[in-house]
């Protein structure tokens, strides 16, 4: 319940990146240096780590791994997924985008945005501009992209406010300046990331990998001290790994939950199965069960999650 923004850069040229709505009814936004924010009220500024956020947008690729077999990460906050061949499997477009929604409610998630179209740009440009569109085809890709707003590129900065001050802030603006002059002024590879989103030329995504073994980590936002009290986390590793399961066909025999205590100790603990399994719910009310006869001899500081032995 405070203003909290996360920021990028260092020293005076830090900026805000997003704002919680507490930070945006003080008259915070993104794109405010830090200190201005800073003037508005008392803020806690959270550092981006782009690590981290490579590390997790894996971790969701291999989860979406269960919904088709080509999957690409779009750094620093997209998932790009070649859904055709899986439509039948989900009764259409509709049935896939309710489980995508229903799963990433369940690994946590609120905030995200989906969209459909005919080339990975024209898709990625038309969530991140929070249209929920479905274009079927390269003729309605030019009028679905024109009403979207320039920075929906994510531009340098001196070329947006270079577009600006033309008077160009939509993408059909763009495209109706001449290719000659677009291409000399604001560079050759913003004319062929047009043409790319357009279907005019090839756009090859090199499709994500998923691993052959499960482990993750997650760090928790503050110490814990009861076992019961670490269910929300530990449910929120199961669903991603059962998404890999699924992915896979696979069924796993024993789960390996590692605790990090504050005394820096990393305690394993080890949960067998009666049977084969990838049921997410039954796994859950294993460690429930398991974690409720144990005691933690000090604050845990984060979970780990590793399962390796993978039946088909």
Known sequence: RKPCVLVEGSGARQRIVLANSEAARLG???????????????????????????????????????????????????????????????????GLLSALRRGLRELGMRSFAFAAAPTPLAATWLARGRQPATVDSFAALPAALAVLPLDTLRLPAKQ????????????????RLPRDGLARRFAPDLLRDLDRALGREPDPRPAFTPPEQFAQHLDLLWEIQHAQALATGMERLLHELGGVLRARSAVIRSLCWTLHHRDGQAVPHRIALVAPSRDVAHLARLTREYFARHRLPSPVRGIELGAADFEV
């Not at 780590?49 to 997790?56: H, I, L, S, W």
């Not at 802030?169 to 763009?174: A, M, P």
């Open 160 to 175: 947006l406010q270079d577009f600006y001050g033309i008077g160009v802030h939509t993408i059909g603006e763009c495209l």
């Open 28 to 94: 915070i936004r993104a794109g405010m240096a830090l200190g201005a924010a800073h003037a508005l009220g008392e803020v806690m500024a959270l550092q981006r780590m782009p690590v981290a956020e490579d590390r997790a947008l894996a971790r969701l690729c291999a989860w979406a791994y269960q919904f088709t077999p080509v999957v690409t990460p779009v750094a620093p906050d997209g998932l790009l997924l070649e859904v055709r061949g899986s439509l039948a499997l989900f009764g259409g477009l509709h």
